[in-house]
């Protein structure tokens, strides 16, 4: 299965019917390709949307319907627009139940870095800063390494997205918690094992007496 997908899936089974959730730019669209027909969800895009669809049918694009990276999507009937002052409130007041965010790396007590690489041109942080600090709970979606190096650090050598921690990372790899802010493993991907997981993660986890196999 590709890793992108194996991600999204898994994610996919942390939301809730009536939960309001912002997915981030990458893997984090992806996720609601897998959610539940009977899953009742909200999706808003921090740049003034609840309830966006999935993308729409070539020719079928309208030019003011966009994600916050702006590519093209659709909205659901009963689906609200609104400036960005108030879709930032939503999110700096706490509204936003779950924020889905890629990353480029979280450290061993859940430290997000995932808006800069110094020295590179880089869109820049968006909505990340608001929804690691403002939302109720954070899920990082993330390939475990990128070329051969991981993603789960000891320490992030990136500007942090926000001192408060994030709650999960899923990676094609792994599900990571931090509870008592200590990485923690709490699934493998199907056919990883424990030990496969340990050898390509930087950070030190710890690991639980049984470690279940994602069920996706």
């Not at 949307?49 to 020719?59: D, N, R």
């Amino acid at each position: 299965m590709d890793p992108q997908i194996i991600i999204a899936r898994r994610v996919a089974k942390e939301l809730k019917t009536g939960n309001l959730v912002n997915l981030g730019i990458g893997i984090p669209t992806l996720v609601a390709n897998y959610v539940p027909s009977d899953l009742k969800v909200f999706f808003q895009s921090e740049n003034g949307l609840i309830g966006t669809g999935p993308i729409p049918e070539q020719g079928m694009a309208h030019p003011t319907l966009t994600d916050a990276g702006g590519r093209p999507i659709s909205a659901l009937p009963g689906a609200s627009t609104f400036d960005s002052a108030m879709s930032f409130g939503l999110i700096r007041g706490g509204h936003v139940d779950v924020t889905v965010l890629g990353g480029l790396q979280v450290d061993a007590h859940g430290h997000l870095a995932n808006w800069m690489i110094p020295g590179k041109m880089v869109p820049g942080m968006g909505g990340a800063m608001d929804l690691v600090s403002g939302a109720k709970r954070v899920i990082v979606a993330m390939q475990h390494a990128a070329k051969g190096k991981s993603k789960i650090v000891a320490k992030c050598s990136l500007p942090l997205t926000s001192a408060r921690p994030v709650h999960l990372v899923v990676t094609d790899m792994a599900v990571i918690g931090f509870p008592g802010g200590r990485a923690t493993l709490l699934e493998t991907a199907p056919g990883i094992s424990v030990g496969e997981v340990m050898a390509v993660t930087e950070a030190e986890l710890v690991i639980q007496d049984t470690v279940p196999e994602m069920r996706l």
